[in-house]
Each structure stands twice: as structure tokens, then as C-alpha cells.
């Protein structure tokens, strides 16, 4: 699990929240109407203050499973 220190301000940029109960979310980090970088889950809710971790969302090239 990743610290939350290095989760990259990058719009779109996806990743697994993990919250402080273990649970996984998909989330992506957005520009809030402010114009700060926050994270939120695919559903659009913001999570960030309910993170502990992330991970990395593997993305699969379907090539390589041919």
C-alpha cells in the first residue's frame, strides 16, 4: 500500500483507495471548482479524507495474453 503523500495531483489519474476499514475503491483524482487537485471515487463522491492508502489500478495488455 502506498502513502497518501505520493498519490499524484494529475487530473484522471486512477488508482484503488483503500479506506480505513480495508476496503478497495476505484477512484480518480479531479480538479475540484477551486482549482485543487482532490480524490474521488467513480461514483464522483469525494474520498480522500476517508483514505489510509492506495495501489496502483494493473492495467492488462490484452496483447500479451494472446
Known sequence: ???LSDLPNTAGFEFIG???DGKEFEC???LNPVGCY???TKAGDPCFMNL???LPVVQ???ELDR
Open 60 to 62: 492488462h495488455n490484452s
Open 18 to 20: 483503500i479506506d480505513h
Open 52 to 54: 489510509t492508502g492506495w
Open 38 to 40: 482532490g480524490a474521488y
Open 28 to 30: 480518480v483524482v479531479k
Open 1 to 3: 500500500m502506498r502513502h
